[in-house]
């Protein structure tokens, strides 16, 4: 638990380091840019897309000509692009998990590192291709995991629980292999991960539920469509810090976790040489035939 809280505290400390805070524009850029080029090209084509797919929908038509009937006709038009953002919205986290994952946790590691933990050999037990691999096949994981709970939303308690379990699971999963990949072998990560499981799945269900707030910035009805261009940005901007957040209480963490690992396994040498070194030889312990035990 002082593991869990100390990491807690040392990642918002550093996430006021300057270094810290340029690193984190790199993903918004990156994010903000491609989301207005893609909107500009394709963001009508889409909203063409989704309302054809609607208008295909036999339960759909029926709830067209029940809004026709009581004079609400004009929500038609806008249920196309509203659905369109709920559909984007898990993409949209995804992509700022990769971006921070790819470009920014490698960083953050090498600046813990050289604050705290210059001495900790660094075994590179994951390449960088493994990461992204990783995180990649998590994420995907993670997007069908969405498809399927999707269907479940409508029931009110389990809105509020099934979304932040899912993203728990995937920055947990992804932000731990990414913050022991440079300094952990293969048995020390996945001794590290076994060690601390439970440790782990809490921070990640804490960052979940961190990660559900900018959702809430979507929640104001037909007002989303026309404050999209607002809130696109915004949301990209807060989910990036949340991740940047979480990556590093993970590389806290599990760094601190690998150097106590580490201590112990050196301790546990040495008090196995001492003890070898303290044991009698077989020769010199033999009694000698005919003295007694008391000579000896």
Known sequence: MNLLVSSFWRAVAYCLHPRVIWLSMVPVLLLMGTSAALAHFYWQDAIGVMASFLDSSVVINTA?????AVGLGGAKSMLAPLLLIVVLTPLLVVATLLLVSLLMTPA??????QRRFFGLARL???????????????????????VVSMPMWIVPPLVLVLPPLIWGWLTGRVMAFDALAAHASAVERRNVLQTHRKSLLAMGLVVGLMGAAPSLLWSVGLMTIA??????????WVYTLIFVFSSLWFVHFCLEALQVLRDASALDARSGSVIHAQAPNSSEAQVTPGLPMGNL
């Open 227 to 236: 404050m999209a261009p607002l809130l696109v940005p915004l949301s990209i």
């Open 64 to 68: 067209w000509a029940w809004l026709d």
């Open 124 to 146: 590179q037990g994951a390449s960088f291709w493994a990461s992204a691999g990783w995180a990649l096949g998590s994420s995907l994981l993670a997007l069908g995991a969405i």
């Open 108 to 113: 953050l590691v090498n600046l813990v590192a």
